[in-house]
Nanobody, 122 residues
Framework: QVEPMETGGGLVRPGESLTLSCPTSWRIARSNVVGWYRQAPGKGRELVAVLTSGGSTDYADAVKGRFTISRDNAKTSIYLKMSSLNAEDTAIYYC????????????????WGQGTQVTVSS
């Protein structure tokens, strides 16, 4: 499988917005659960948003109401729109395109890329 290539990260001030993107395909869109993870310094990787082939979404409590996961009409990209960013959102963000559920827990069956760094600081 192709390694994801996340883009869109950068340095922003608290309260500002940022949109991340990751290339995808119609083959992924038709069957897979895709999503975004993040890993803050000194912490484990956290699943923050998921999107199913049917268009259903779900979010971690920490980002609910502020982040939106979506896919473009051509099904060539997955996006994570982030608003009202704060210091706790500082992390490396990863796109994953094959997310499964096993024994009540999420796990990734897809490839991992290098991620894109989001830093929120004044």
């Amino acid at each position: 499988q192709v390694e994801p290539m996340e883009t869109g990260g950068g340095l922003v001030r608290p309260g500002e917005s940022l949109t991340l993107s990751c290339p995808t395909s119609w083959r992924i869109a038709r069957s897979n659960v895709v999503g975004w993870y993040r890993q803050a310094p000194g912490k484990g990787r956290e699943l923050v948003a998921v999107l199913t082939s049917g268009g259903s979404t779900d979010y971690a409590d920490a980002v609910k109401g502020r982040f939106t996961i979506s896919r473009d009409n051509a099904k060539t990209s997955i996006y994570l729109k982030m608003s009202s960013l704060n210091a706790e959102d500082t992390a490396i963000y990863y796109c994953n395109q094959d997310i499964r559920r096993r024994d009540g827990r999420w796990f990734s069956a897809g490839a991992w890329g290098q991620g894109t760094q989001v830093t929120v600081s004044s």
